[in-house]
Structure formats: C-alpha cells, structure tokens
C-alpha cells in the first residue's frame, strides 16, 4: 500500500525532474534508478525529501548540483514516496516508515 501511494506521489511531485522510469537528467538532475545514493544513506535521503538539496552530490560516479526543493509532505507521504524510489527503477531496499521520517525531522 505504501508504495501505491508513493507512486502517486512521484507522479505529481517528481516525476518532471526524474523522469518516468527514475533515469534523471544528465547533467542536471540525478537518477533515482539504481541509485548508490539512496542505498548509501538512508536518514540522508529522508533529509533529502524534507529540507531538499543543494550544493554537489555524486550519484552513480557523476556529480550533480542542481539545487532540489523540499517538501511539506506529512511523514507518511515522505516514506510512501520513498519507498516508492527505493523499491522501483531497479532499486530493492528495505522500508521506510513515519517513524523513521519523524525521528529525521528531529535533526
């Protein structure tokens, strides 16, 4: 059910910048597909979601630094989202509940 939702929100929130299939944009915008990132750090891509992103960040070997907006999501909608990521586009990793993303928000 979580990643149903989270797909749901990809659509509308990222899906422009991540593209349909999580491939990014060159140059622009990193891939959530098969991402080293995300599997690196999971509290960092909560953060990531939350507060947004700017500065370099090297995903997959390429850097990026294109700056990335956060989101006023609930908890739920963080890790609904997340787990959507990090279980789609080649990517199998372990959950990510409301409890994690509270505890993050904590920082």
Known sequence: ESI???KDIY???CLTCHMEQGEGTDGFYPPLAQS???K???????EVVLYGASGP???????YDEKMEGFAFTDEQV???LN??????????????PEEVKEARKK
Do not use: P, Q
């Open 11 to 13: 659509i509308t929130h």
């Open 40 to 46: 690196a750090n999971k509290k960092k891509s909560i």
């Open 57 to 63: 960040m090297k995903v997959n070997g390429y850097e």
């Open 36 to 38: 080293d990132y995300l």
């Open 79 to 81: 890790s609904d989202v």
């Open 4 to 6: 149903e939702r989270g």
């Open 84 to 97: 959507y990521v990090r279980n789609s586009f080649g990517n199998k990793e372990s959950v990510i509940t």
